[in-house]
């Protein structure tokens, strides 16, 4: 077998990895302000997209584009509190314990959870039953989560 030794060095080796922080706190309220915005936006987008999956062949692909939607709508509440977040985990643990909502950290989880599933399926298919399991979980996770997110940032303002 040949070797290539970039694939070993970075795929067959251990590597120390050394990573800078994911989470800057924004001190300055009009910063805190644009980074909320921009990942309100961001959040109706991918939402707005996951809706358009589902009425297409590939509807799984919209659980995919839920877990991107969610992420920006989390990281809107965090920016809120002065926090920019680039890190799938620490939105989660954010929302956990910046915010003191498991229940919102667990609703994401399991739509990531979800999206590594759908992922890294092996059968997926087309046809009613992958869009019920799409809309589903944009029905029952996704705008929820969204809904509730507002309710919190509307009772900061």
């Known amino acids: 077998m040949d070797s290539d030794k970039e694939f070993n060095e970075k795929c067959l080796s251990e590597r120390t990895i050394i990573q800078k922080p994911t ?26 997209c996951a809706k358009n999956l589902l009425n297409t062949s590939t509807p799984l692909a919209a659980v995919l584009i839920c877990h991107f939607a969610m992420e920006h709508k989390a990281n809107q509440l965090l920016a809120v509190h002065g926090y920019k977040v680039e890190s799938h985990i620490c939105t989660q643990i954010g929302l956990s314990r910046i915010i003191g909502r498991k229940d919102l950290a667990k609703k994401l989880s399991d739509i990531f959870a979800l999206r590594q599933s759908i992922g890294y399926r092996m059968t997926l298919k087309q046809g009613e039953e992958s869009k019920k399991e799409a809309e589903k979980a944009i029905k029952e996770t996704v705008i929820p989560f969204f809904e509730e997110i507002d309710k919190i940032i509307n009772q900061i303002d």
């Not at 800057?24 to 990942?39: D, N, P, V």
């Open 23 to 48: 989470v800057i706190q924004i001190a300055k309220k009009e910063l805190r302000e644009i980074a909320a915005e921009q990942h309100r936006s961001n959040s109706e987008y991918f939402l707005e």
